[in-house]
């Protein structure tokens, strides 16, 4: 049950760190939740990089069509 709530990211024991740490040494789990926290920041990361590339493309296209409009005048 606790691999299942760590896969699915329900494991969430921070007031209990010592306990937790016994329990999972005792039940042979490895888990380290610095670094699912440190991946989801980085995908968060990535995801903002995304957004703001996917605008840069956008403004591209805006700025071409811009400049086919003024160069029909």
């Known amino acids: ?8 990211g329900e494991w969430n024991t921070k ?13 042979e789990i490895e888990h380290n939740p610095i670094d699912n926290e440190v991946i989801l920041e980085k995908l968060k990361s990535y995801d903002e990089k995304l ?10 296209e805006l700025e071409k069509l811009l400049k086919e409009i ?3 005048k």
């Open 15 to 27: 007031e209990f760190t010592e306990m937790r740490n016994i329990l999972l040494k005792k039940l």
């Open 70 to 72: 003024c160069a029909k």
């Open 51 to 60: 957004e703001k590339l996917e605008e840069l493309e956008k403004l591209k």
């Open 1 to 8: 049950e606790v691999q299942r709530l760590i896969k699915e």
